[in-house]
């Protein structure tokens, strides 16, 4: 439990500060949009500031996660965190479509000679967008490795969306400015493509965890590696694993000698399931079944 605690006071911490820096870095953006006529940074501060509201669901989804298991969720509540990445990707999917229909709109009106050129502005705020977007990305990243958060790095992949959007913010605006303001809504489309692109990984990624998809080959490898290391393991009979949220329940069945007292089996059947839960970490709980081999 002391694990899981730690766990979530580094996910509270992160998703503060990424709630400050969003707050601060929208109201800059929003008003470089304003101010400096960018329908492309407009854009890019929205999507800034639904960040905000997508931390505050990591939070909660973080703080169930960590539950104790109850009578009523005896497997514990893992899941949650899956829930919240969904929720995330659906909110994603959403601004980036309302950033797209706007870009599009602007695109086909065929008025280009009124689109304001964007000014300087709205190029610094690109540029600062692109730095510290970036740096959360990768501030939350590594700690979504760390702690093995599905929620948490859904939120990274939103503030690495972010800093793509900016790319293309920058890119619309400096065109813009060089005398081809369509430029600017297209930048607002590109910046769609590359929300949705996010919010489709993150709602896959939460989706196989719901449905008990098994974890990935290298883990399975290193599962095997560790059975067959226990003394007293004849064989490997089968091996099977099921994500459940940010954790990894293991069923394996081994073979012994059927000669063996039970309480001989039974001890390596648990040094089967202490090893594997020690030195996999991501492991919720591993269950162990022995068959005898035939005595010869």
């Not at 006529?37 to 939070?59: P, R």
């Not at 760390?146 to 990274?156: P, T, V």
């Not at 929300?195 to 998809?213: T, V």
């Not at 590696?225 to 089968?238: H, L, S």
Request: proline share 2%; glycine share 6%.
């Amino acid at each position: 439990m002391k694990d899981s605690l730690s766990d979530k006071r580094i996910a509270m911490r992160v998703s503060v500060i990424s709630i400050i820096i969003n707050v601060v870095l929208s109201l800059f953006k929003l008003l470089a949009g304003i101010f400096a006529q960018s329908g492309a940074m407009i854009s890019d501060a929205i999507h800034s500031a639904s960040d905000v509201f997508s931390t505050f669901i990591v939070m909660i989804g973080v703080n169930i996660s960590n539950k104790k298991s109850d009578t009523q969720h005896q497997y514990g509540h893992e899941r949650f965190e899956c829930v919240a990445s969904i929720i995330l990707a659906v909110i994603l999917a959403i601004t980036g479509i309302g950033i797209g229909i706007s870009g599009i709109e602007k695109i086909f009106s065929g008025n280009y000679e009124e689109l304001q050129i964007p000014g300087v502005l709205a190029l610094v705020a690109a540029v600062m967008s692109i730095i510290v977007k970036e740096w959360m990305y990768w501030f939350t990243r590594a700690a979504a490795k760390k702690i093995n958060s599905g929620a948490l790095m859904a939120d990274a992949w939103h503030h690495r969306s972010d800093a793509l959007s900016s790319v293309g913010a920058f890119i619309g605006i400096f065109g813009a400015r060089l005398g081809y303001p369509i430029l600017d809504p297209i930048a607002s489309v590109v910046i769609c493509l590359f929300i949705e692109k996010a919010s489709y990984d993150i709602f896959k990624d939460a989706i196989d965890k719901m449905i008990d998809k098994s974890c990935d080959t290298k883990t399975i490898s290193d599962i095997k590696q560790i059975i067959a290391e226990q003394e007293g393991v004849e064989a490997i009979d089968e091996v099977r694993t099921r994500l459940f949220g940010a954790k990894i329940y293991v069923d394996v069945e081994i073979s012994a000698d059927g000669s063996k007292s039970l309480n001989e089996t039974h001890n390596i059947a648990q040094n089967v399931h202490d090893e594997i839960e020690n030195k996999i970490p991501m492991v919720k709980h591993c269950m162990v079944h022995v068959n005898p081999t035939l005595v010869k």
